[in-house]
């Protein structure tokens, strides 16, 4: 699980703790389920069985793989289309190809983020390249949906590519722990990523026995998911592993520590730290459309049939069948 690694030595340091920093319990802890998704790339559905106010401004997330495909297995998705949200693909390991409907594309591969914004309406598809196909390989990585507001719902389809050498690096106050702060500000660093609504994502690799305390925005919500290892989270020190998501409370400090013991697939606690300002307003979702009404899924669905989402383009990419 390499993403972007760094020693920590080298790198600006969180402070610690301020005096009287309240540390965020934990309210729930939910495993998620295995499944399948595109043309049958396996994945986790990290947000199964959270209420949607607890998650709020995000709508999903998949864990993608962790898989290591042999010659001819790897797969990706059909076109498909998209309106009233954001997508955030981070690429942890291995690579994916992404081309849209106005015209954007290219290539997201270990460490890189691709955010984008489906805003009124887009048509993408998501594919590994034909020498990833040909030989195979690994391929591991998160795709997060975060909503929009209602202002925000029909704003113009928008990429940001995010390579891997833009995310903001930091260690822990005692270097036992890498973070990769990819959008919003942690302890004062901020990562690259710029979206609608406001949001934090850090990926963080843990060393075995360290203790992270990571400053966090008491007006955002609050969620760790566990991409590998195990460890605790939170000031009672819950146990938590690989497919689990904790939803903490109200505060402003996230607290994380890995076993003594990992395995010897993954070394360290790898987790991903997520949360937003919650928009608070009604959701009505129906599969790739996320919007606030029941009228505007009929209309999403109806535009989508008319071609008013976009056209898959001329030499367009087209998903690979195996």
Same mark, same amino acid.
């Given at each position: 699980?390499?993403?972007?690694?760094?020693?920590?030595?080298?790198?600006?340091?969180?402070?610690?703790?301020?005096?009287?920093?309240?540390?965020?319990?934990?309210?729930?802890?939910?495993?998620?389920?295995?499944?399948?998704?595109? @043309?049958?790339?396996?994945?986790?559905?990290?947000?199964?069985?959270?209420?949607?106010?607890?998650?709020?401004?995000?709508?999903?997330?998949?864990?993608?793989?962790?898989?290591?495909?042999?010659?001819? @297995?790897?797969?990706?998705?059909?076109?498909?289309?998209?309106?009233?949200? @954001?997508?955030?693909?981070?690429?942890?390991?291995?690579?994916?190809?992404?081309?849209?409907?106005?015209?954007?594309?290219?290539?997201?591969?270990?460490?890189?983020?691709?955010?984008?914004?489906?805003?009124?309406?887009?048509?993408?598809?998501?594919?590994?390249?034909?020498?990833?196909?040909?030989?195979?390989?690994?391929?591991?990585?998160?795709?997060?949906?975060?909503?929009?507001?209602?202002?925000?719902?029909?704003?113009?389809?928008?990429?940001?590519?995010?390579?891997?050498?833009?995310?903001?690096?930091?260690?822990?106050?005692?270097?036992?722990?890498?973070?990769?702060?990819?959008?919003?500000?942690?302890?004062?660093?901020?990562?690259?990523?710029?979206?609608?609504?406001?949001?934090?994502?850090?990926?963080?690799?843990?060393?075995?026995?360290?203790?992270?305390?990571?400053?966090?925005?008491?007006?955002?919500?609050?969620?760790?998911?566990?991409?590998?290892?195990?460890?605790?989270?939170?000031?009672?020190?819950?146990?938590?592993?690989?497919?689990?998501?904790?939803?903490?409370?109200?505060?402003?400090?996230?607290?994380?520590?890995?076993?003594?013991?990992?395995?010897?697939?993954?070394?360290?606690? @790898?987790?991903?730290?997520?949360?937003?300002?919650?928009?608070?307003?009604?959701?009505?979702?129906?599969?790739?459309?996320?919007?606030?009404?029941?009228?505007?899924?009929?209309?999403?669905?109806?535009?989508?049939?008319?071609?008013?989402?976009?056209?898959?383009?001329?030499?367009?990419?087209?998903?690979?069948?195996?």
């Amino acid at each position: 699980m390499p993403a972007v690694t760094a020693d920590t030595v080298r790198l600006p340091r969180l402070a610690e703790p301020a005096l009287g920093a309240v540390d965020r319990p934990v309210r729930t802890i939910t495993t998620a389920p295995s499944g399948f998704e595109g @043309e049958g790339f396996p994945v986790r559905r990290a947000f199964a069985g959270v209420r949607l106010p607890d998650l709020d401004p995000f709508i999903h997330m998949d864990e993608m793989g962790a898989v290591d495909y042999g010659p001819g @297995e790897p797969k990706g998705t059909p076109w498909h289309p998209h309106r009233g949200f @954001e997508t955030v693909t981070y690429m942890i390991d291995g690579t994916f190809q992404h081309q849209d409907s106005h015209g954007g594309g290219g290539l997201i591969t270990d460490g890189a983020t691709q955010w984008m914004t489906a805003g009124a309406g887009i048509l993408h598809i998501e594919t590994p390249p034909e020498e990833l196909v040909v030989r195979g390989g690994l391929f591991h990585g998160i795709q997060l949906w975060v909503n929009l507001p209602a202002r925000d719902k029909f704003t113009p389809p928008r990429y940001q590519n995010l390579e891997a050498g833009q995310v903001q690096l930091v260690a822990s106050p005692d270097g036992g722990a890498l973070l990769r702060v990819i959008a919003g500000e942690v302890g004062g660093y901020r990562g690259p990523g710029s979206t609608h609504t406001p949001i934090s994502v850090v990926h963080a690799t843990v060393s075995p026995g360290v203790r992270v305390h990571l400053p966090w925005n008491p007006e955002f919500n609050a969620l760790v998911y566990v991409l590998g290892g195990r460890g605790t989270v939170g000031p009672a020190g819950r146990p938590i592993e690989a497919g689990q998501l904790a939803v903490l409370g109200a505060g402003d400090l996230v607290t994380v520590a890995a076993d003594t013991r990992q395995d010897a697939v993954t070394p360290a606690l @790898e987790v991903v730290f997520l949360g937003g300002r919650p928009i608070r307003e009604h959701v009505e979702a129906y599969g790739p459309f996320v919007m606030n009404t029941r009228a505007e899924l009929i209309q999403a669905v109806e535009d989508f049939q008319a071609g008013k989402l976009g056209v898959i383009p001329a030499g367009a990419l087209m998903p690979h069948r195996g």
